[in-house]
């Protein structure tokens, strides 16, 4: 694995015309940069992207409220892999000559790339655009920022995970609307996994679920190697939990331990009739372990 110190790239984009933009609107004098703490880009990885609307004294304001969109394009295929399309919290018909609008957004880099693939050369492009515009009139949008981005692979980057003890094999069910929910593993009563230790302050995010109408009290229990990280009770069906992990506590060794326990199992074959006698704890959609950088 290699790790590399962080970095900013920053890149300015001065619109002086608009040339984009629908005939009622005049961007001249707003100036777009964009920085992403992160010197190498992987796919499964949270990228925090801060962004800096300067308004000049050429600025005048602009016809109607508009809308940032962020859209990523895969070069290769020409397709979106994802977007980030959102309102400002401080709308543009309220933007003046000589105001700053500043703020950050966290935006999540899918699993895309394919190192089977015999194509595959390390990495992929991927043009970012950001731009503007209002959703009622297509001709209103204009494009203030491009940028080709190097994708690599996160299994060069990210510390290595291995599925140890207690997990069952991975699910994955198309049929599910929610794309996040499509593939899961289940747990039995203790499942562990072993992390490589990246020896930084590292970012856990964990997405699951519990079957609350079979057990409607079942306690989650979180662990890094044998220190209990949180233990609740989840609200709901779904749960979603992120947590800041500190240098100390990932001790030592060259690898450390996550462990996910639950003090309550049920075996489906004696509740349904199904051929199906797992003993089954927590479903788990989605693990993330990578230095902290949000």
């Known amino acids: ?153 996160a299994s060069l980057n990210a510390p290595e995970k291995v599925y140890d003890e207690g997990w069952h094999q991975p699910e994955t069910d198309l049929s599910i609307k929610n794309l996040e929910e499509q593939s899961w593993r289940w747990t039995s009563r203790q499942a562990v996994c072993i992390i490589e230790n990246p020896r930084k302050e590292s970012l856990l995010i964990l997405r699951g679920g519990v079957d609350k109408a079979i057990i409607p009290d079942q306690r989650v229990i979180l662990k890094i190697n044998d220190k209990v990280l949180d233990e609740f009770i989840p609200g709901t069906a779904k749960f979603s939990r992120e947590y800041v992990i500190s240098a100390e506590m990932l001790g030592q060794e060259d690898e450390f331990k996550f462990i996910i326990e639950t003090d309550k199992t049920f075996i489906p074959s004696a509740i349904k009739n199904v051929k199906d006698d797992r003993e089954l704890g927590v479903q788990i959609f989605f693990l993330y372990f990578r230095e902290n950088t949000k």
């Open 1 to 153: 694995m290699r790790l590399r110190a962080l970095s900013v790239f920053s890149v300015i984009l001065f619109i002086f015309l608009g040339i984009s933009c629908s005939k009622n609107s005049d961007t001249r004098g707003i100036e777009l940069s964009m920085t992403i703490p992160q010197e190498t880009l992987t796919d499964s990885l949270f990228v925090k992207m801060n962004y800096k609307f300067v308004l000049t004294d050429e600025f005048k304001s602009l016809t109607g409220d508009y809308r940032v969109f962020v859209h990523f394009w895969r070069m290769k295929t020409k397709e979106m892999l994802f977007q980030d399309d959102h309102v400002l919290e401080k709308s543009t018909s309220q933007w003046k000559a000589g105001q700053t609008v500043s703020y950050s957004r966290v935006v999540f880099i899918p699993q895309f790339l394919d190192e089977l693939d015999i194509d595959f050369v390390g990495f992929e492009e991927v043009r970012l655009t950001i731009g503007l515009y209002r959703p009622e009139d297509t001709a209103s949008k204009v494009v203030l920022f491009q940028k080709v981005l190097k994708i690599e692979s």
